[in-house]
């Protein structure tokens, strides 16, 4: 008997539908376990996950219907689909996609992950985008690398030459030829004067305001922001923080663009706030825009010098390198450990409730032997690849799909499957272990109605 290649799944569904998250400390979760063998299709119809072959057409409108990925199935390995736009404007719409699409989990039971430029990192409910390294040594700058180690995940080898699903510099529309020769002068909305310097300080238009709302001046808009951000260096003196409760036009609610370039002169990038960048080796997180409940937009900007093998931490509590206070992230959510001889920043979750993700921006091959935890939404999952050494038997989708079913079938499994689906479960169950005590400690409480009164940074 030949042998066949076969993708061991187990699925656990948060029950509660929550931007997005899943619990990892919550025992609510619907599970699904699933052996497949050819092209299929994973979906979510409510708390359910279940398989259906590739190319069957199903109504996603249709009892609130989820398409999670396909799987296709290749000679010696398994691709995981996983379909992510380049350069998307930074949209509330393009950043809500992302939710659902796949994120390497970081844990303790996955490789490692080492971060690169253009990563993106979600930690509850934040995402934040690697915008700007600076790894010198003399005369020599570096970019961001990772260990080529058999405990380094082959994820970090994928992102890497993947762009950026954001586009971080936006072209605006400035002051055109035929707009300066009008008769009626275009004045500046703020200081209501003409355009004077049209390189360095260009009439430039970055919101929807029209009629004689439509222009500013960039020194205006900026000496505007300047007054409006809040800026906080942690105690160690390794973090800048700032912060922009404002991020947008007062009027329109549309947010301003950190990087902008003209749509008459694309070579200068210019910038709306002033950034330190200090004479070490550093990078910089930027969130993505968030939405706030009056529809104010408002950003996060973190200049991380790596001038040392200290660790950042990341969190909502007030000893946190960098602070975020969003309810979804743990007091002690994450950390950022940097080698310098490798060149290589490591992100490591501390146990957080709703985990530290990474955006997989490629599809994902999975060989026999690998092994892969990763999440999509409110759907963590767990696969491993095997050789099964016996003849194919055809999968019952309704009987694995069952709810009542109260275990599965023992029989016909090879010591070599039962192995390795206890391997992913054990992992599984590791990450939903609750742990009072740490949830007592670092993770979210009932009592968190203090925590409104606390400073944004």
């Not at 569904?13 to 299709?41: A, C, P, R, V």
Request: with cysteine.
């Amino acid at each position: 008997m030949e042998d066949i290649l076969c993708a061991k799944f187990i699925c656990k569904t948060w029950e509660k539908d929550t931007n997005g998250l899943f619990d990892y400390y919550s025992k609510e979760t619907s599970n699904f376990k699933s052996s497949i063998y050819e092209d299929m299709e994973l979906i979510r119809n409510g708390h359910e996950v279940k398989e259906v072959k590739t190319g069957i057409l199903i109504d996603e409108k249709e009892d609130n219907i989820e398409t999670l990925f396909n799987i296709k199935k290749q000679d010696k390995e398994f691709i995981i689909e996983n379909n992510i736009e380049i350069n998307m404007e930074q949209t509330e719409e393009n950043i809500n996609k992302i939710n659902d699409k796949l994120w390497y989990v970081v844990h303790q039971k996955n490789k490692r992950y080492y971060l690169l430029k253009n990563d993106i990192i979600k930690l509850g409910r934040i995402k934040y985008l690697i915008t700007e390294e600076s790894i010198n040594s003399g005369d020599i700058k570096y970019e961001l690398s990772f260990p080529d180690l058999d405990t380094t995940s082959n994820i970090n080898k994928q992102n890497l030459h993947i762009g950026n699903p954001f586009n971080l510099v936006k072209e605006v529309k400035c002051l055109s030829e035929e707009e300066k020769n009008l008769e009626e002068k275009i004045l500046c909305k703020f200081c209501y004067a003409e355009e004077a310097d049209p390189f360095n300080n260009p009439m430039i238009h970055l919101c929807n305001c029209k009629g004689y709302l439509n222009y500013a001046h960039f020194n205006c808009i900026k000496y505007w922001m300047s007054t409006k951000i809040i800026k906080k260096e942690n105690d160690k003196k390794t973090v800048m923080n700032y912060f922009l409760p404002q991020f947008n036009c007062e009027i329109c609610k549309v947010p301003f663009p950190f990087k902008f370039r003209l749509n008459r002169n694309k070579n200068k990038i210019y910038e709306l706030i002033d950034i330190e960048r200090p004479n070490c080796n550093y990078i910089i997180l930027e969130s993505l825009n968030q939405k706030k409940e009056n529809n104010e937009n408002h950003k996060f900007i973190h200049v991380i010098k790596l001038i040392n093998e200290d660790d950042i931490t990341i969190g909502r509590a007030n000893n946190a390198d960098i602070k975020i206070n969003d309810i979804s992230v743990s007091r002690l959510h994450a950390k950022l450990n940097f080698n310098f001889d490798q060149k290589c920043v490591q992100i490591i979750d501390l146990k957080s409730k709703f985990g530290s993700l990474v955006l997989i921006k490629d599809k994902i091959e999975l060989k026999s032997g690998e092994c892969l935890i990763a999440q999509v939404g409110r759907t963590l999952f767990g696969t491993n690849i095997i050789k099964n050494k016996e003849e194919r038997k055809e999968i019952n989708i309704d009987e694995k799909c069952n709810k009542n079913k109260s275990k599965d079938n023992e029989e016909g499994k090879t010591n070599e499957e039962t192995n390795n689906e206890n391997f992913i479960n054990n992992n599984l169950e590791k990450i939903n272990k609750v742990e009072e005590k740490k949830m007592m400690e670092d993770n979210i409480q009932n009592d968190d109605s203090n925590d409104n009164n606390v400073e944004m940074i």
